[in-house]
């Protein structure tokens, strides 16, 4: 038996950025957050990605028919932005409650996103008429220009597109993705309340070195990839501070062992087993289990102008390490788990509302 040391009770938690993917995968990932999360953001980009309503209606329908019933979660669609983009699917998504956010990825900047645009300044006429809509832009923040460094892509695409665009749409809200640098929390913190950020759990925990540690770790390669431990400080006191402009996405990104460990590994982490665990305990090392809340569950809300959940979280913390599953496997294949390299003491359940299964995942 694990022995009980600490816990705090708060309202059940969101994930602002998450790849649940297509059969056969998401039949094996997404049980990990409906049983955790009350909603999610789910990323547009699909093989075939997500341009269309009619698209977005079925893989919404393809989502919801995973739930198992007694679990209240619910999916916020996106569509993704690209020159075939309609604005009338925008406005029949947004009045219909199925689109909760466009999401911009710049052309070829990561996993499937061939069809991104290359010049956001092309779709400045249809991004004019979001705010009317109360939808968010959803950026992923790194420029594809292949001169700048890798490292610098983050900071370089601030005033290369951002930038720019907040200058000619000022009251456009703006969620940039998954930030992880010092440039991205001081933008985050200089601008409106227009634009916000979404963390993910592993930049609060990695850096760049993690990524070489005695060998190459392409469990640990993602988009943006991790930075300097400076960057990471900042984003993790960004966090942790409770400031309303900084939430929880998770962007766990599921890919193959087979392709991710091979001579061009694909960008993405598996985190949805494990995260709000690890994040749990960030916040406890920090001393700022009192702002957890406010991460997780309150501020990602907040500026989507959406309800919080009404069922409750507990999260306790164990004595013992807490055991989470290394791998999944998805027929022959297998998806490596995030493994920071040290032990997880913390883990939640849904409590407080209704019959819910206690089954474990
Ligand atoms: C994501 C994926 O695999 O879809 N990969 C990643 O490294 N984060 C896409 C993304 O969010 O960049
Ligand atoms: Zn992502």
Redesign the pocket.
């Known amino acids: 038996m694990l022995e009980e040391i600490k816990s705090i009770e708060i309202i059940t938690p969101d994930d602002w950025h998450l790849?649940l993917r297509e059969s056969p995968l998401i039949e094996k990932v997404f049980p990990y957050t409906f049983t955790k999360f009350g909603k999610a953001i789910i990323?547009p980009?699909l093989k075939n990605p997500i341009i269309r309503l009619s698209q977005a209606h079925e893989y919404y329908k393809k989502i919801k028919s995973l739930i198992i019933p007694g679990y209240n979660f619910e999916p916020l669609m996106t569509l993704f932005l690209s020159e075939e983009t309609r604005l009338k699917d925008i406005y029949d998504g947004v009045k219909s409650g199925t689109i909760s956010a466009i999401k911009f990825y710049p052309q070829g900047v990561?996993?499937?996103s061939y069809g991104g645009v290359k010049d956001l300044s092309k779709m400045y006429n249809l991004l004019e008429k979001l705010p009317d809509l109360n939808i968010p832009l959803l950026i992923?923040g790194e420029t594809t220009n292949s001169k700048v460094d890798i490292y610098d892509r983050e900071a370089y695409f601030l005033e290369e597109t951002v930038s720019k665009l907040i200058e000619k749409i000022p009251e456009l809200k703006i969620v940039l993705e998954?930030i992880t640098t010092k440039d991205s929390v001081d933008f985050i913190l200089e601008n409106n309340s227009n634009i916000a950020a979404t963390i993910t759990a592993h930049h609060l925990i990695l850096n760049r070195n993690n990524l070489f540690d005695e060998g190459l770790r392409p469990h640990y390669y993602?988009?943006p990839i991790a930075k300097r431990e400076e960057h990471r400080m900042a984003v993790r006191n960004a966090a942790t501070s409770g400031n309303s402009k900084f939430f929880l996405g998770t962007?766990s990104?599921p890919?193959l062992d087979k392709n991710k460990e091979s001579a061009c590994g694909?960008?993405?982490i598996f985190s949805a087993p494990n995260a709000l665990g690890y994040v749990a305990q960030v916040f406890e090392e920090e001393s700022a289990l009192d702002n957890l809340e406010n991460f997780i569950s309150i501020n990602g809300a907040k500026f989507y102008n959406l309800s919080l959940n009404s069922t409750l979280s507990k999260f306790t913390k164990f004595k013992e390490a807490i055991k989470y599953p290394s791998k999944i496997e998805v027929g022959k294949e297998l998806i490596t788990v995030f493994n920071p390299g040290y032990p997880l003491y913390w883990k939640n359940e849904i409590v407080g509302e209704k019959n819910l299964i206690k089954e474990k995942f």
């Open positions: 790849h990323m980009n990561t996993t499937n992923h998954h993602c988009r962007d990104a890919h694909c960008a993405g």
